[in-house]
């Protein structure tokens, strides 16, 4: 996946997301072990009754989604006592990366939706949470002029202008809106198409007079050709799909991992001897002096104890929505008037001390 591609990106947080909260759901049913298989006629989905089935999901959100519990968990990754080595942060890390990555699929889904208020109050959570982000220092100031352009600067009819016409469905079709900025970048793709596939007597000229202003226009043109032809116009609609194999491999490293920090003991069996004396030969074989490399050939005293492998202690994240929060507090103690996100914006503070009726009558006068 490269850098730029923020689609594929997106993509992938929304299966981890949707991946996570089905591990926490089978946590507190207590199946987490179990696999997944696939459903068909001669193995039908399983039925469940409905107040079991909101019991059990109101459950896993008073335990894994809420604020109390986000709060319980950092104390509970904060070192204290006697014995900080006991203190884990990885439920922490865990219900902060549910809290974060729930933003991302809400504001995706609310965009295709077109649902511009619920993707503003995402944008409001993220205004405070990139305060606390380090290296965004741009974002960080742009997104909250924009909020508040949106809905305190404009005049109520232009504001509410504005903020509907920045997604739109250009098929006319429920749940497929785009941002405009995105469908230029679109019509950008079919000039390249178009030019790249041409001869080498194309004039650039012609090509962003007529046909720049009328690509929908042509793209339309193929379709209908397709459809007299008898062909049938499939429209791409990038959904997840996720099958039960990936989510098996999810699931068991989940639960390998222990993700939510249940902490559970995993009692290994013992081997037998001829699987010690079978192992015992195979590293010989393997360690004989006419291999080129000899240092990975290490062998312990006691063969039959396993070689002891530091595991590296997963580190605490702080919650960016806390730390946006602080920020912006001890930026208003020491500039109330919040400058910062009122660069170039039409309200000047000392425009609140002018009296206008004075200035009317005593205008004021240049000398030339």
Known sequence: MTKKDFSLMIKYMEQ???????????VIMGTESEALVDFDDANPKPKIKTEKWNSIINQFYD????AEARADAYDRATPKGKNPAESSPKL?????????????????????AGDIGCLMDVWKMWAVMSQGLKGLTNYSSYLPRMILLLTEFLPAPLAKLFRHSILFSPSGRENHFMSKDSYLELQ?????????????????????DPISLNIHLLRSLLHSIRKE????????????????RALNVVMRMSDRYDIFDLNKIVNEQPKSDDENVAEHEQRNDSCQPNMIDEANCTTSKNDKQPVKTKKTKPIKVEDSFVDGFIKIQKEYKA??????????MPCDPSADDVNLDQEMENPPTHEV
């Not at 922490?92 to 295709?112: G, P, Q, W, Y």
Request: charged share 20%; glycine share 4%; proline share 1%.
């Open 16 to 26: 981890v997301h949707e991946a996570t909260i089905l591990y926490g759901l089978k």
């Open 63 to 66: 335990q894994f989604c809420t």
């Open 92 to 112: 922490n890390n865990i219900l902060l990366r549910l809290h974060d990555f729930s933003t991302v699929v809400e504001a995706n889904r609310a965009m295709k």
């Open 188 to 208: 950008n793709y079919w000039l390249k198409f178009v030019y790249n596939r041409s001869t080498k007597g194309t004039q650039i000229d012609r090509l962003k």
């Open 229 to 244: 032809s008898g062909a049938t116009v499939y429209s791409q609609s990038h959904k997840n799909i996720m099958h039960s």
């Open 335 to 344: 500039d109330p008037l919040l400058t910062r996100f009122k660069l170039h």
